[in-house]
């Protein structure tokens, strides 16, 4: 018998784990990940689950909205990491890989928490108003419109790094998109597909700026 939910996108989310279709309970899994001192990418991908896309998107995602995105380097990452699992969206795969330079990456236990925990106020707002609506823009061929625009923002978020937290824009952009997917709710979507122009304004600015400096 299937243990699994088929959900748009390739989410396939355990029945037993309601956890996974709640942003606090991506948070709690994020805090809960491994043992030790540290949190490594291998720990999060098997708290979360190797088929959990939706969650797997919204961990580098919030991690480019808390202050953990002022660490240098750490929003190119979070955009290498949004761009792999994106692409295996786009490829319709049932189960994440990511190479093992990227899973060996770790943060303390203890600035993880405190980042992460600012997000428990927003994120059970969040859950209290998620809906199913508009699931039409969750289905082929919009599905793969949507992991697209999920990879273009992540390969994006490394060029953002030259603006100090601008890939926080991203990242809420991501984010919005993948709370669409986890919740099968399309106005997330849409919100996220509205901020995009946001991101793309600014990466247009910060390509005249340095055809400027250039010049």
């Not at 236990?109 to 405190?114: G, H, S």
């Not at 919009?142 to 390969?155: D, E, T, W, Y």
Request: glycine share 8%; aromatic share 6%.
């Amino acid at each position: 018998m299937d243990d699994f939910v088929s959900k748009p996108l390739g989410l396939r989310v355990p029945q037993n784990t309601p956890d996974h279709r709640s942003l606090e309970g991506v948070i709690r899994e994020i805090e809960g990940a491994g043992e030790g001192e540290t949190i490594a990418l291998a720990d999060v991908l098997d708290a979360l689950g190797a088929r959990s896309f939706a969650p797997m998107l919204l961990v580098p995602a919030l991690i480019a909205l808390s202050p953990l995105s002022g660490i240098i380097g750490m929003s190119s990452f979070c955009g290498l990491w949004i761009a792999a699992i994106a692409s295996q969206l786009v490829l319709r795969r049932e189960h994440i890989w990511l190479p093992q330079w990227m899973q060996r990456r770790s943060l303390s236990r203890a600035k993880v928490r405190m980042a992460v925990g600012k997000l428990r106020g927003p994120a059970h707002w969040v859950d209290e108003h998620k809906r199913q609506r508009l699931s039409f823009v969750l289905r082929f061929p919009f599905n793969l419109v949507v992991a697209a625009v999920i990879l273009c923002l992540g390969l994006a978020m490394p060029f953002l790094e030259f603006v100090p937290f601008s890939g926080s824009l991203a990242g809420l952009t991501v984010a919005l998109l993948a709370l669409g997917i986890l919740y099968n709710d399309g106005i997330f979507v849409l919100a996220g597909l509205a901020t995009t122009i946001g991101v793309i304004a600014l990466l247009l600015l910060i390509g005249r700026t340095a055809a400027q400096v250039i010049a």
